[in-house]
């Protein structure tokens, strides 16, 4: 019995020991919820220790057969889920009690949340996913994937992903990837993907190699996105930056790599290409003065006609408002383009019929040649586009080629605009005055002088105004100078009057540049004022060119500048338009007769004939007429029997500068 008893307390020791190094919670509750026992694990979940718990209250109901999940706050303050079992009741020491277990189910729960996302996002993901073995065949693939592809699950799965190949793509190009996934664990990059409806496509991929801990493959998984959306916005974005809006023709930056392209074919093939440059010449009177609606029409229909003219691999473009540019191909001389140019300038001056409108235009050209005048593409258009300067300084409608000359011309052009900057900044600029005298019955008289300027540059010694004026004119720095010349005009007509010379007046040129300055007007008004000039003692010249210019808006500004008290001279008078219509609703006050006409008096009966008819239509109009370039006392005779009012020339001084005037 003795050995029997041992055998039993053995037996419970050894039990005691297995129940105790269990990593699960083993309790004995009775049926009045009193712990009874509990291992140290049981203790490690309920947060306490064995004797705080042991004969005390347990806490959990222990109802039910199902297990049931309790949540557990540690000391630490890390809440735990526990798993509870409580079996039948059995006896235990002689009493009814509860066999429970308590298993920590946090991480199990943690990891099935992280699964349950995953799985989650798998299914959810706007990017397609495809998982495979180790062999590729496909063991998963989501929703995406199918919405991407057109193929449902059951069709792929066991399969490998190559039924999606389109074959856009080279062995190479797929030995490639798999080098790389190979080297790095990793690919990315667009691969052309073929669509269950034959479509292909372009895809974004990214494959990933995934290993177990031994570093064996054991999947790979891949996830694409469809790039369609994304190539149709870049194809959008790229007509946008390379294409004109309105005519759908290739903008200036397409036309640049087109014609790169052509250089580079003909230097291969030893051929010749031609760079048209077309400006249309009546276009802004169109656009402004019909509507904007009739201007895009003409620009769309002469971009059809241009391109009516051309072989299929030639390049037209819209380069600018109302440009155009022609790159010609092949085997182009200077004759073809010559031919080219005539086709594009008579399609181009059929009139154009918009609403019942009808509408005229001429084109100017200019034309440069590979190689003859450049060898890439910037200088062949530039040189294109000089060449059309030359060709719209002719009346109508006209072509010109290019020439060295161009060049030179435009490098000073630019020298002197940047120099004429300095001149205006540096106070370079010289104020002179020619004499204007008064045909007095008495004899001559003093009635002012005209303003002229004089630039003696430091390094290049005295430059004439007829080379740097119509630079300045076309630069728009012309602006500033007539502002600094009116300053100074004024100034000196303070001075005259300070000096007992007031009834002296001063004659300036301005240009139409000038006049159509919005605040030009009142530039002129507040000099007038701040100077307290007396009315007519300024004067302005302005030529014929300048009225046609803008008549409408010239018109009003020369009666505001009237309106102040400035005297208004046409200069030049008989080298444009000569209108009589025009000068009757003009507000002036005096015709100049040209030197050209002047000079050769009184022998050239021709020019006799023409004084007589400014000074006769000068004088019906109530206006005084001046002469220019009078160089001898026969030609002033001449002109004093013409009733000429006043004359300026070298018989009477040559310009001098204001203090010496």
């Known amino acids: 019995m003795a050995a029997r008893n041992d055998q039993d307390a053995s037996y419970q020791d050894l039990l005691h020991t297995i129940i105790s190094g269990l990593s699960d919670g083993i309790l004995v509750v009775d049926t009045g919820g009193r712990v009874l026992f509990l291992n140290e694990a049981a203790a490690g979940l309920l947060g306490r220790s064995r004797e705080q718990l042991l004969g005390r209250e347990f806490g959990y109901p222990l109802v039910g057969k199902e297990p049931s999940q309790i949540s557990i706050v540690q000391p630490d303050g890390i809440e735990r889920v526990v798993e509870m079992r409580a079996s039948a009741p059995t006896h235990w020491q002689d009493a009814d009690a509860f066999l429970v277990t308590l298993c920590d189910v946090t991480r199990q729960l943690q990891i099935s949340e992280r699964l349950r996302r995953i799985e989650k996002m798998f299914d959810h ?4 996913i495809i998982v495979t073995d180790e062999e590729h065949r496909i063991l998963e693939v989501n929703e995406a994937f199918t919405i991407i592809t057109g193929y449902v699950p059951e069709e792929v799965i066991g399969k490998t992903p190559s039924f999606l190949k389109s074959g856009q793509h080279s062995p190479v190009f797929f030995r490639a990837v798999f080098n790389e996934l190979e080297k790095t664990g990793s690919w990315t990059g667009e691969i052309m993907n073929r669509r269950r409806n034959g479509e292909v496509y372009p895809q974004w991929s990214t494959i990933s190699v995934v290993r177990d801990e031994d570093g064996y493959i054991t999947n790979y998984v891949m996830n694409l996105s469809d790039m369609t959306v994304l190539k149709h916005a870049e194809d959008e974005l790229w007509h946008l930056a390379h294409s004109d809006h309105l005519t759908g023709l290739p903008n200036r930056n397409l036309f640049y790599d087109r014609l790169g392209q052509m250089l580079l074919n003909a230097r291969r093939n030893r051929n010749k290409t031609a760079v048209l440059y077309i400006d249309l010449n009546e276009f802004k009177d169109i656009s402004e003065g019909l509507s904007y609606d009739i201007g895009d029409h003409v620009l769309k229909e002469v971009a059809g006609r241009i391109n009516g003219c051309l072989r299929s691999n030639d390049t037209l473009a819209r380069v600018g408002g109302d440009e155009f540019a022609v790159a010609a191909g092949g085997e182009r001389t200077g004759l073809d383009a010559t031919a080219l140019a005539v086709r594009i300038m008579e399609a181009i001056e059929q009139p154009v019929r918009y609403n019942g409108i009808e509408a005229f235009l001429k084109a100017s ?6 190689p003859d005048d450049a060898d890439e593409p910037r200088t062949l258009i530039r040189n294109a586009h000089l060449a059309v300067y030359e060709a719209k300084k002719r009346e109508g409608g006209s072509y010109h080629f290019y020439n060295q000359i161009m060049h030179v011309e435009t490098e000073e052009k630019f020298l002197l605009n940047s120099m004429m900057h300095k001149a205006v900044m540096n106070e370079e600029f010289e ?10 019955g008495e ?4 009635a002012g002088g005209e303003a002229l300027i004089r630039w003696h540059h430091a390094e290049r010694g005295y430059i004439s105004p007829e080379r740097f004026i119509p630079v300045a004119e076309s630069t728009g720095i012309i602006k500033r100078i007539t502002a600094w010349m009116l300053e100074q005009a004024c100034s000196m007509l303070q001075d005259f009057r300070d000096g007992g010379r007031d009834g002296l007046y001063i004659s300036v040129n301005v240009s139409a540049q000038d006049i159509l300055q919005g605040d030009f007007v009142a530039g002129v008004a507040a000099r007038l004022q701040r100077y307290s000039i ?3 003692r300024l004067q302005l010249e302005i030529t014929e060119r300048v009225i046609m210019e803008d008549s409408q808006t010239i018109r009003r500004r020369l009666e505001d500048l009237r309106a102040l008290g400035v005297k208004l001279a046409i200069d030049d008078f008989g080298t444009g338009y000569s209108s009589l219509s025009y000068l009757k609703t003009l507000a002036v006050d005096k015709l100049k007769i040209d ?11 021709s020019d006799l004939a023409v004084c007589r008819a400014i000074a006769s239509l000068a004088h019906s109009l109530d ?14 005779e001449m002109l004093a029997s013409l009733a000429c009012e006043e ?3 070298f018989l009477y001084g040559k310009p001098l500068p204001a203090a010496e005037f």
Do not use: N
Not at 125 to 128: L, M, Q
Not at 595 to 605: A, E, G, I, M, Y
């Open 443 to 446: 004899g001559l008289k003093l």
């Open 647 to 649: 004359v300026q020339g």
């Open 365 to 370: 050209i200019g034309i440069s040649l590979y």
């Open 431 to 440: 104020f002179h005055l020619q004499p204007i005298m008064e045909l007095a």
């Open 125 to 128: 993901t706007a990017e397609g």
């Open 595 to 605: 030197h050209s006409f002047v000079r050769d008096l009184p022998q050239d009966r």
């Open 623 to 636: 206006l005084t007429v001046v002469a220019e370039g009078v160089e001898s006392r026969a030609i002033e």
């Open 534 to 536: 007396l009315p007519g």
